[in-house]
């Protein structure tokens, strides 16, 4: 696999570096899923759970909607495949089209990356629960999002195909 990814400056302005970040973890998690097929990108990792890369990618889509679009943004969009917040239904995978999925996650970064560049600054507020939480948070729990599940996306495609890597 090539290695596309730009890598976020190591000094700048915060909104740089910030987002930079962001885009750099959406970038490794499309990483992890490339050169696979729909049934491997579909494998569960071990039983119990049901996470899957195809699950990741399902469920990023659908916490980029979440944030940048219904709580920053006051978008009246329905989610993707959740009913509620909580449930586990961007995860069930076995008739997931793997193709759609990829197109929703892209859609919903590209919105995301708009609704970011079109805020004034990283002081803006969407609402989370009656409070008021900034553009600044949102990006920063991005991060910490995607970083968190590109682990388990590497433990997965490991354990796929035995690729290993950033």
């Not at 990618?57 to 979440?66: D, L, Q, W």
């Not at 793997?98 to 990356?113: I, L, Q, T, Y």
């Not at 970083?147 to 997965?156: F, I, K, P, S, T």
Request: proline residues 4%.
């Amino acid at each position: 696999m090539v290695d596309n990814r730009v890598i976020p400056p190591l000094a700048g302005e915060e909104r740089a570096v910030l987002t930079a970040f962001l885009q750099y973890q959406r970038d490794t998690l499309g990483r992890k899923c490339e050169g696979l097929t729909a049934e491997q990108v579909k494998q569960r990792s071990v039983p119990p759970s049901n996470l899957s890369l195809l699950g990741l990618v399902r469920h990023m889509a659908e916490v980029e909607r979440i944030w940048f679009r219904i709580r920053l943004s006051g978008e009246d969009v329905p989610l993707r495949w959740k009913r509620t917040p909580g449930d586990d239904l961007d995860f069930d995978v076995d008739d997931a089209d793997p193709e759609e999925a990829a197109e929703a996650w892209n859609e919903e970064c590209a919105r995301s990356r708009e609704i970011e560049r079109n805020a004034e600054s990283l002081d803006i507020t969407g609402h989370v629960s009656g409070k008021d939480v900034s553009l600044r948070w949102i990006l920063t729990h991005m991060i910490e999002e995607y970083a968190r599940h590109n682990g388990h996306a590497d433990l997965l495609r490991e354990r796929i195909d035995g690729v290993t890597g950033e």
